[in-house]
C-alpha cells in the first residue's frame, strides 16, 4: 500500500511539469497527469480532531510495526500545520503534511518536510523514493541521481527500482536540451446518423419544405493519427522552452466515401516566464482533405497566459486566437467557398484538482466567424470536463459542451429565417493498458513486449445539434476504440 501510494505521488509529479503546446494525441493522458493542485480539509469540530488523534495514534502502531510510513501516512486525514507543530516527531504526521503540500503544489516545502523525515528514518525507501521525485520536480537534478543511486545500491523491491530505472530516463532527458516524442493511434469508430439527416426528415429550399429521401445512414470508420512532438529547453529563466508538434490523421468511412478525411495538423510557439504568469505565444496550421479534395486550409495565431490564482488552488488560463480560414468547392460541396472568411475566439478557463486523483476543468468561450453574410455568425461556448485516475493505471475522463450559434442573416436560397443553432456534445471515454487485459487470458500467455506501454481507449459520444432551421436540426451516436502507443526519445 505504501509503495503503491509512492508511484501515485510520482504520477502526480510528473503531470505538475506538463505543459500545454498545442495538439497532441495523447492528451487524455496528458490530462490524466495535469493534475497539481488541492487543499487539505481543515478540521473544524471536536469530534473530527478527536478522530485525527485516534489516527495518529493508531497510525504510530503501525510505523512501529511495520515501519511502512507511507502505509501510515495514507491512513490519516489531511494534517495541517499546526498539527505538525503538536506532533513534530511523528514521522507519519510530517509525511501526511508533505502529502497534502504536494497536492497544493508547494513542492519545495513537501521536500524540506521529507528530508527531515529522512534524518531519523534513513532505510525508508519509499519515503526516499518520494524525496528524489521532489528533488526532481524542482530540476535539483544531481541531488535526485544521488538519492537514485542509494536507493539502487540497497532496495530490493521491484517496483521501487522500477521508479529508480524511469526517474534516472528523465534525468537523461531532462539533461538533453531537445526533447522529442512520437504517438499513434489506430482503431474504429460507428456514426448512427454520419450524414447529419435533419431529425424531422425534411429539407427547407427556399422556403419550402422538401421531404429528405436518404433518411439517416449510419456508418463505420477507420481511423489513424499519428503525431510528433519536438521540445527545446533554453535553459533560461524566462524564454524556458521553444515547441513544435505535428499530427497526421486518416478517417475512411466505409460507405459514405465522401465524408472521408484527411488532416495535417502543425502546431509551434514558445513558453515564456513573466511577472504577471506564463505566456505561451503560438502558430497554427491545419489543412484538411474530403474525399481526396482539398476542402479547407487554417492559419492562425494565438496568446495563452497561465497563473495560478484563489491561494494555487485553480490553474487559470486565458487564451485569444485569430485566423484565417479558407475553403475551395468540392464535387459533393459546391458552395462550399461561401464560408471562407476571418475568425477570433477568445477563452478564459481553469482546473482544479478535487483530489490526487480527480481534475476538473471548465472553459468559457467567445467566437467570432466573419465569413459572407449568412456563413457569419458568433457563438458562445460552455464546456466542463474532468479526469479521474482509477485503479491499477486505468482512467475515467467526460466532458459537456453547450454552443450557442448566431448567424448574422438568412440564406435566401433556403429560407428568409436566420439561423440559430444550440450544439451539445457529451463524451465519456475509459482507458486501460493493454497488459492488464492480458493478464486474464492465463498463465501460458505471454504478452508480446510491444504492448507494455499500449493503451485502449473506448468512447460515447452523443451529439444533438438543435436548429430553427430543419435541415440543421440532427443528432448523432459515436461509439470508437483506439489503441494508442506513445514513444520518448
Not at 87 to 104: G, H, T
Not at 170 to 189: C, F, Q, T, W, Y
Not at 259 to 271: E, Q
Request: proline share 4%.
Amino acid at each position: 500500500m505504501g509503495r503503491g501510494a509512492v508511484l501515485e505521488y510520482s504520477k502526480l509529479l510528473q503531470g505538475q511539469a506538463t505543459k500545454r503546446r498545442g495538439l497532441t494525441v495523447t492528451s487524455v493522458l496528458a490530462a490524466c497527469l495535469a493534475i497539481t493542485q488541492v487543499h487539505a480539509q481543515p478540521v473544524g469540530t471536536e469530534a473530527a480532531e478527536r478522530r485525527t488523534k485516534e489516527a495518529t495514534q493508531q497510525a504510530g502502531k503501525t510505523v512501529a510495526a511495520d515501519d511502512d510510513l507511507m502505509a501510515a501516512a495514507e491512513a490519516l486525514p489531511p494534517v495541517t500545520f499546526s498539527q505538525v507543530l503538536e506532533s513534530p516527531d511523528d514521522p507519519a504526521v510530517n509525511l501526511r503534511y508533505a502529502q497534502d503540500l504536494i497536492l497544493k503544489g508547494n513542492v519545495q516545502l513537501a521536500a524540506a518536510t521529507v528530508e527531515r523525515i529522512l534524518i531519523s528514518y534513513p532505510d525508508a525507501d519509499s519515503v526516499r523514493l518520494l524525496y528524489a521525485i521532489l528533488l526532481y520536480r524542482m530540476d535539483v537534478l544531481d541531488d535526485a541521481a544521488a538519492q537514485l543511486d542509494i536507493l539502487e545500491g540497497r532496495s530490493t523491491d521491484d517496483a521501487v527500482l522500477k521508479e529508480v530505472a524511469r526517474y534516472r530516463k528523465l534525468i537523461d532527458e531532462r539533461n538533453r536540451p531537445i526533447k522529442r516524442s512520437a504517438a499513434v493511434s489506430i482503431g474504429m469508430h460507428y456514426d448512427s446518423n454520419r450524414n447529419a439527416f435533419p431529425d424531422r426528415g425534411t429539407f427547407l429550399i427556399g422556403g419550402t419544405p422538401i421531404q429528405g429521401t436518404t433518411g439517416e445512414v449510419d456508418d463505420f470508420g477507420h481511423v489513424v493519427i499519428a503525431a510528433t512532438d519536438m521540445r527545446m529547453d533554453t535553459k533560461g529563466q524566462q524564454l524556458q522552452e521553444i515547441f513544435a508538434d505535428a499530427a497526421v490523421l486518416y478517417d475512411n468511412q466505409v460507405e459514405i466515401d465522401e465524408l472521408d478525411v484527411r488532416a495535417l495538423l502543425l502546431n509551434g510557439g514558445l513558453t515564456y516566464k513573466s511577472r504577471f504568469g506564463t505566456l505561451v505565444p503560438g502558430l497554427h496550421a491545419a489543412l484538411i482533405e474530403l474525399d481526396r479534395e482539398k476542402y479547407s486550409r487554417d492559419y492562425a495565431v494565438s496568446l495563452r497566459g497561465e497563473r495560478p490564482i484563489l491561494n494555487s488552488k485553480v490553474a487559470a488560463y486565458a487564451e485569444i486566437k485569430a485566423g484565417w480560414r479558407k475553403y475551395n468547392n468540392t464535387r459533393n460541396l459546391p458552395f462550399a467557398r461561401e464560408q471562407s472568411g476571418q475568425y477570433h475566439e477568445l477563452t478564459v478557463g481553469g482546473r482544479r484538482a478535487l483530489d490526487n486523483r480527480t481534475l476538473v476543468h471548465g472553459a468559457l468561450s467567445l467566437n467570432s466567424v466573419d465569413a459572407i453574410n449568412f456563413e457569419s455568425y458568433e457563438s458562445y461556448e460552455i464546456a466542463v470536463d474532468f479526469t479521474r485516475i482509477l485503479p491499477a493505471d486505468t482512467f475515467l475522463t467526460g466532458s459537456v459542451t453547450i454552443e450557442k450559434q448566431f448567424y448574422q442573416g438568412p440564406d435566401p436560397f433556403i429560407t428568409q429565417q436566420t439561423r440559430h443553432d444550440l450544439d451539445t456534445t457529451f463524451n465519456l471515454t475509459y482507458g486501460i493498458p493493454v497488459a492488464n487485459l492480458t493478464e486474464h487470458l492465463g498463465e501460458s500467455f505471454v504478452s508480446p513486449p510491444f504492448l507494455e506501454d499500449v493503451v485502449l481507449t473506448v468512447s460515447a459520444e452523443y451529439q444533438n445539434s438543435n436548429s430553427n432551421i430543419p435541415n440543421f436540426d440532427y443528432d448523432n451516436f459515436r461509439g470508437q476504440f483506439l489503441l494508442n502507443r506513445r514513444w520518448d526519445f
